[in-house]
């Protein structure tokens, strides 16, 4: 238990369906991110919040739309998605600044997604 | 942030040391080493971190040569629990406000055997 909790933990969807996902964090931290891991592939980083502003969206289709309405709380909105969109979803939390040199990333379980 | 790179994959005896190498040649004098986990369909779980000393904390310890072109994560007595994929991530110290970024490389699949 990292205290990053995702829900739903696995969705199938088709194409035109229209979801979203739910990263809570229980941590106190002021950053949070949304990681997309495809079958044999690296994690790849999809958006970074902190303060509840989006500094970086990776190059992520607008097809996902991320919503963070405060510092707990992340959304990954889907709609029309690709059966290519399948993969393992991560939400992660952080304590950025203040001087520490760490900034260890807390990651939840993921949402297996399928796309139909 | 520097790349790294890593042996796609090692086997490791029970109950034996289990020694991780990394390469980071272009590493800047300001990147941190960071050491991440992930347990098959779990979500990644960080290990350690150090920036020219070594560390050691309760899961494993970390040797950074000299130079820092190079580390080496060292679980002391592998268990079956510890199979999972083991990623080494150069990061530099962050400006507060900017988030954080990991860049995951393929890691080191580790198999711990009976």
């Known amino acids: 238990e990292t205290g990053v909790t995702q829900t739903p933990r696995h969705l199938v969807m088709g194409m035109t369906n229209k979801k979203s996902l739910k990263c809570e964090q229980h941590l106190g931290h002021n950053a949070m991110y949304w990681y997309k891991q495809s079958a044999k592939k690296p994690l790849e980083l999809m958006f970074v919040?902190?303060?509840?502003?989006?500094?970086e969206n990776n190059s992520v289709p607008s097809r996902f739309s991320p919503e963070c309405p405060n510092s707990s709380h992340l959304f990954l909105h889907l709609h029309t998605l690709q059966p290519e969109d399948s993969a393992l979803y991560l939400c992660?939390?952080?304590?950025?600044?203040?001087?520490?040199?760490?900034?260890?990333?807390?990651f939840g379980p993921g949402t297996r997604l399928t796309v139909l | 942030d520097a790349k790294t790179t890593q042996p796609p994959s090692m086997d490791c005896a029970e109950g034996r040391a289990a020694n991780l190498p990394c390469n980071h040649s272009t590493i800047s004098g300001n990147e941190y080493v960071y050491w991440y986990r992930q347990i098959h369909s779990q979500g990644p779980q960080y290990i350690i971190h150090g920036l020219k000393n070594n560390e050691t904390n309760e899961m494993a310890s970390l040797i950074i040569t000299e130079d820092r072109k190079s580390s080496t994560l060292i679980l002391p007595h592998a268990t079956l629990r510890d199979t999972a994929v083991y990623y080494c991530?150069?990061?530099?110290?962050?400006?507060?406000?900017?988030?954080?970024?990991?860049?995951f490389g393929q890691g080191t699949e580790l198999s711990v055997k009976p």
């Open positions: 992660a939390s952080s304590q950025e600044g203040g001087g520490s040199s760490y900034n260890e990333q807390f």
């Open positions: 919040y902190s303060l509840e502003e989006r500094v």
């Open positions: 991530i150069v990061r530099a110290r962050l400006i507060y406000n900017q988030g954080g970024k990991l860049i």
